[in-house]
């Protein structure tokens, strides 16, 4: 079983800044698509930014040059590196595995951001 954990969360100034690390179990995570996907109450969960194994990078426009993703395989771990934050950023964060390889995808716990002054 797969599991994908979270951290990073928290309460930030509009304007500021934070980090969200995903860390998947497994010896594969170098192969799979790994995303970070948000939800805010009412809404529908929304792509953030993703990342195949290659490195391909795709990022939602409302985000573009604010946040970066990145994964350091050697230590299964997804990262969001959020700057500029915004009210609009206010949601759960989620960790995604794609479904891949006749796998079946991943979801973390989520890990809450509330941007507020």
């Known amino acids: 079983q797969v599991q994908l954990v979270e951290s990073g969360g928290g309460l930030v100034q509009p304007g500021g800044a934070l980090r969200l690390s995903c860390v998947a179990s497994g010896n594969i995570f170098k192969f799979y698509t790994m995303g970070w996907y948000r939800q805010s109450p009412g809404k529908q969960r929304d792509l953030v930014a993703d990342?195949?194994?290659?490195?391909?990078?795709t990022y939602a426009d409302s985000v573009k040059g604010r946040f970066t993703i990145s994964r350091d395989n050697a230590k299964n771990t997804l990262y969001l590196q959020m700057n500029s934050l915004k009210p609009e950023d206010t949601a759960v964060y989620y960790c995604?595995?794609?479904?891949?390889?006749?796998?079946?995808?991943?979801w973390g716990q989520g890990t809450q951001v509330t941007v507020s002054s």
């Open positions: 995604r595995r794609y479904p891949q390889m006749g796998s079946n995808e991943y």
């Open positions: 990342i195949t194994g290659g490195g391909r990078i």
